[in-house]
């Protein structure tokens, strides 16, 4: 099959288009013909080896999975060995499918061996591009919502960074949520924010966001442009504020490790009794499955600014870097030869 493969850290000509095994699912896995891909900026932290620390991880010297990729849509092709419906799992070949590898990854490839856990039935409603695009950012802002911001219907929540893959589904979710929201983004974007269903739109090329009034019970932060103490003059004195990292601030009490990955931020000495979230995600069925629920039942379509073909990968991940892509960038996939 073909596949994107990179065989050492660096900018998107590392990155190329070659003939590779078709991988064979194991048991409880589903072998799936990809019709689409969705980017991340996860792809091109991964593909530049940044921040450097987390070669630990990915593979100090080269990444350790050759493939890159996590968003995936298309068609089951086999079923491993204990899996599909006779092992419980409920696909069958043929099924229409999206997920998320998670760290993993692969996705840029004609096919990819995936967990039955990390694969949900593709909402009926979307084409497979929409699909490919749901997963990480679809599961990033409804984590981001409701397992961390515990959003309750009738709470003004802000989103910055409304426009782009996480914040375009995020405004959709918290008004289908009963929120009243406030979106931030540049000047051209307001429009798009407002069709999605933003009450409010502060431009943030004219507005600082942290200094206008009234506060939010939830602050969903999806940049890192701005202070951790100017973060909290957004939020009321009992609400939320949730960034990216991981874990949990209450008070002036620390429930978990916490990993400030963004510029300039600073823990204030004293929370009061703001709840302060430093976010973490990770691929799940059930989470999927809501995406689902809200796309078949709701109208939660994501919004796709370019589609690239495979061999376009590198450019697709240079316009993601470098042209203020909005919203997703997703990638469609077609065999280049015959079964």
Not at 143 to 148: E, F, N, T, V
Not at 317 to 323: A, D, F, G, H, K
């Amino acid at each position: 099959m073909k596949a994107i493969v990179q065989d050492r850290y660096g900018p998107p000509e590392t990155l190329t288009l070659a003939d590779v095994d078709r991988p064979v699912p194991g048991p409880g896995e589903v072998l799936v013909r990809v019709e689409a891909a969705a980017l991340n900026a996860y792809d091109w932290h991964v593909m530049r080896g940044d921040p450097r620390m987390a070669r630990l991880a990915l593979g100090r010297s080269r990444p350790k999975a050759r493939i890159r990729g996590r968003d995936f849509a298309g068609r089951v092709e086999a079923v491993g060995a204990g899996g599909g419906a006779a092992g419980g799992g409920g696909f069958r070949p043929g099924d229409a499918v999206f997920g998320d590898l998670g760290d993993d990854n692969g996705a840029f490839a004609e096919y990819v061996r995936v967990p039955e856990e990390l694969v949900a039935p593709m909402p009926a409603n979307l084409t497979p591009e929409q699909a490919a695009a749901l997963p990480l950012a679809g599961v990033t802002a409804l984590m981001g919502l409701c397992d961390a911001g515990e959003l309750q219907p009738g709470q003004h929540v802000l989103v910055n960074g409304a426009s782009g893959g996480v914040g375009t589904l995020a405004v959709q979710l918290a008004k289908l949520l009963g929120a009243t929201v406030t979106a931030v983004c540049s000047t051209r974007n307001a429009d798009l924010v407002r069709s999605l269903g933003a009450d409010h739109v502060v431009d943030y090329t004219r507005d600082d966001f942290t200094r206008l009034g009234p506060r939010h019970d939830l602050v969903l932060d999806l940049v890192g442009n701005r202070t951790l103490r100017a973060l909290r003059r957004s939020v009321t004195p009992t609400g939320t504020l949730v960034l990216s990292g991981g874990g949990v601030y209450r008070g002036g009490s620390v429930i978990g490790p916490v990993w400030l990955i963004a510029r300039g931020r600073l823990l204030a000495p004293f929370l009061r009794r703001q709840r302060i979230v430093v976010l973490t995600t990770a691929p799940s069925r059930s989470h999927l499955d809501m995406l689902r629920t809200h796309a078949e039942k709701d109208g939660l379509v994501p919004v796709i600014d370019r589609s690239f073909e495979l061999h376009e990968v590198p450019e697709a991940i240079r316009y993601l870097e470098t042209e203020h892509a909005r919203a997703k960038v997703v990638i469609s996939i077609l065999p280049t030869h015959a079964e």
